[in-house]
């Protein structure tokens, strides 16, 4: 708890004034920045631009969303139908944040962005409304503070702040190397709670190369530099996989370090990983062919695919590869008489076997026809 306390007073002080210490060099897109109020944009925490990986009619929700930079980005991606939530645990944060809300509002057209108070490693409990009520009904001394545990555990199933299912992506620039190493987990288990089945995390973070020793671990100065607390980019990837996400990639990566400390290189990476691979794996006949460049690969549900060789797969493996981040990898072969869904009967996934192309015409396919017209705008003949 004591890094957290440094973490809060440090991030209180710097909605107050600007930080240059905290400052990781950003190239967000200019033709969003013209709306925001500069307070908002010098005070600028941020180490990567996740909003780059937010599509139109996304909700939203950025975790230690700070002034609200991102999020008042992503409210211009996301449109009118779309929405975003900004989460932070420092009150001098969220006032700047929630003053320029309705600014930001009035020169885009449409409010669409909030801001909640919350911890992101217990996106279930409303800080609000747990000080709310305690202001209300004041708990005293041990007994009191057990009473205060139970409140908590009623507000996060009653009154969640951030509903299971209720998000399509996650965002976050720069704030989960500042959760202490014992809450990551719990953290990661959350992101992936909230997300929707299909939804993802796209997560700008400062990662180090080596393991940061225990002495600088304990320096709060610091951890609430972003340097102490961050995870190594093999643990960062780890964490994500832990937790049950597929498809996880590294879609930006910073060659130079931001900082050197005791030669241990610190640097920014946003990572984007989805949420969906879990349910039910049904036969339905379908097949797909790895296209390369590599010999083979295995993929988060331990399917090993060799490059060429046509794979008999579920319908749930089938449907993610027909989606980002796979689709440019694969061919998908579909049978020429398909099983409704309703028909289609268990298939073990723990197994990567072949499909024969007999499986997907039918044994009694028998054609013979004619060369097919040519596609490629040449003149007719393929041969
Ligand atoms: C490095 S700043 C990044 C701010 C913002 N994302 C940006 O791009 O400017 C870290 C922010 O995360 C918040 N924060 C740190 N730890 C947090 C936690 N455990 N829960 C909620 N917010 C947290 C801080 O209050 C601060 O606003």
Redesign the pocket.
């Known amino acids: 708890m004591v890094t957290?306390n440094a973490?809060?007073e440090r991030?209180?002080g710097?909605?107050k004034q600007a930080e240059a210490a905290?400052c990781c060099p950003v190239e967000y897109d200019p033709k969003y920045l013209k709306v925001i109020p500069s307070e908002v944009i010098e005070?600028?925490?941020?180490?990567g631009d996740p909003s780059r990986w937010v599509h139109e009619g996304d909700t939203v929700l950025?975790?230690?969303?700070?002034?609200g930079?991102?999020c008042f980005i992503a409210a211009q991606v996301v449109g009118a139908k779309g929405r975003v939530i900004g989460?932070?645990?420092?009150d001098d944060?969220l006032e700047v944040a929630r003053r320029n809300a309705p600014v930001v509002a009035e020169r885009i057209g449409f409010a669409n962005v909030e801001f909640r108070k919350?911890?992101?490693?217990d996106l279930g409990l409303d800080l609000a409304l747990l000080d709310h009520r305690l202001r209300e009904r004041p708990l005293v001394g041990a007994e009191g503070w057990l009473a205060a545990e139970g409140l908590a555990d009623e507000l996060r199933r009653e009154h969640p702040l951030v509903a299971d299912n209720s998000v399509d992506v996650v965002v976050?620039?720069?704030?989960l190397n500042?959760?202490d190493s014992a809450?990551k987990p719990k953290l990661f288990g959350e992101i992936f709670r909230v997300l929707r089945l299909g939804g993802r995390a796209v997560i700008s973070d400062i990662v180090c190369d080596e393991v940061v020793p225990e002495h600088l671990q304990r320096d709060p100065e610091l951890w609430s530099g972003?340097i102490s607390g961050a995870l190594t980019e093999t643990e960062f990837l780890q964490a994500f996989e832990q937790a049950g996400f597929y498809g996880i990639e590294v879609v930006k990566r910073d060659t130079t370090p931001w900082r050197t400390v005791a030669g241990i290189e610190f640097r920014s990476v946003t990572v984007r990983a989805f949420k969906g691979k879990e349910g039910q794996c049904f036969e339905r006949n379908q097949a797909v062919i790895y296209k390369g460049p590599f010999k083979e690969v295995l993929d988060d549900d331990g399917h090993r695919l060799k490059r060429g060789v046509r794979h008999a797969v579920c319908d749930k493996t089938f449907q993610l590869y027909r989606k980002e981040p796979y689709r440019a990898y694969f061919d998908l072969v579909e049978p020429h008489s398909p099983i409704p869904p309703d028909q289609a009967k268990p298939f073990n996934c723990h197994r990567s076997a072949p499909r024969h192309p007999r499986e997907s015409k039918g044994q009694s396919y028998n054609a013979t026809t004619d060369a097919s017209v040519c596609r490629d705008g040449g003149n007719g003949s393929c041969c």
């Open positions: 957290e973490v809060r991030y209180s710097a909605a905290l005070r600028d925490y941020g180490c950025d975790l230690g969303s700070g002034t930079k991102i989460l932070d645990m420092t944060m919350g911890r992101i490693q976050s620039n720069c704030v500042l959760v809450s972003c």
